[in-house]
T-cell receptor
């Protein structure tokens, strides 16, 4: 099955600086890569996603890049703010047989700490 | 709209007891999922239902059963709870596939925090 590795496990950055979280996946058939933000005691919330037919996607201060050849994708957060402090998870999915849905394989998460 | 609703929010069980976790979505989504989250492990897929009437095993299905009762509801059952099943359980749902994309964004419920003594 798919295996997703995520680094680093903890990332501390100064407010206003950029943060980068990296993930690698093992199965070249994976074609959908979402990123979730989870605050303590809360549900995971989708912040951005990218599909295998796109190399980069941006949404305001957040961007995701995908390198299919190397099988890795990254989350970039610019101009970090205190409210960006949370645990971030990457995930991968390849789609089910017959074109149906499939579950996500998650990385183990990155605890992002924004220092004031 | 409530989105994805999970009940109960908290539960404490004794080893060997049975329990059903309920999940309902009001977004007319086709697919539903059950994950467990343990400290330092991320989320792991237990079972999923790509559409009403179908269910499939995920990464960690042992010790669990599921029922897709109708399009809205997807329940998770622990027949004989074990301490290793102490975890936070999340239900999620996603819209139907499109012509171009089989996987759609998953929306999560608030979770059920389950402790087994």
């Amino acid at each position: 099955g798919e295996n997703v590795e995520q680094h680093p496990s903890t990332l501390s950055v100064q407010e206003g600086d950029s943060a980068v979280i990296k993930c690698t996946y093992s199965d070249s058939a994976s074609n959908y890569f979402p990123w979730y933000k989870q605050e303590l005691g809360k549900r995971p919330q989708l912040i951005i996603d990218i599909r295998s037919n796109v190399g980069e996607k941006k949404d305001q201060r957040i961007a995701v890049t995908l390198n299919k050849t190397a099988k890795h994708f990254s989350l970039h957060i610019t101009e970090t703010q205190p409210e960006d402090s949370a645990v971030y998870f990457c995930a991968a999915s390849m789609g089910g047989t017959g074109g149906g849905a499939d579950g996500l394989t998650f990385g183990k998460g990155t605890h992002l700490i924004i220092q004031p | 709209n409530a989105g994805v609703t999970q009940t109960p929010k908290f539960q404490v069980l004794k080893t060997g007891q049975s329990m059903t976790l309920q999940c309902a979505q009001d977004m007319n989504h086709n697919s539903m999922y059950w994950y467990r989250q343990d400290p330092g492990m991320g989320l792991r897929l237990i079972y999923y239902s790509a559409s009403e009437g179908t269910t499939d095993k995920g990464e960690v299905p042992n010790g669990y059963n599921v029922s897709r009762l109708n399009k809205r509801e997807f329940s998770l059952r622990l027949e004989s709870a074990a301490p290793s099943q102490t975890s936070v359980y999340f239900c999620a749902s996603s819209p139907p596939p499109t012509v171009f994309y089989s996987n759609q964004p998953q929306h999560f419920g608030d979770g059920t925090r389950l402790s087994i003594l």
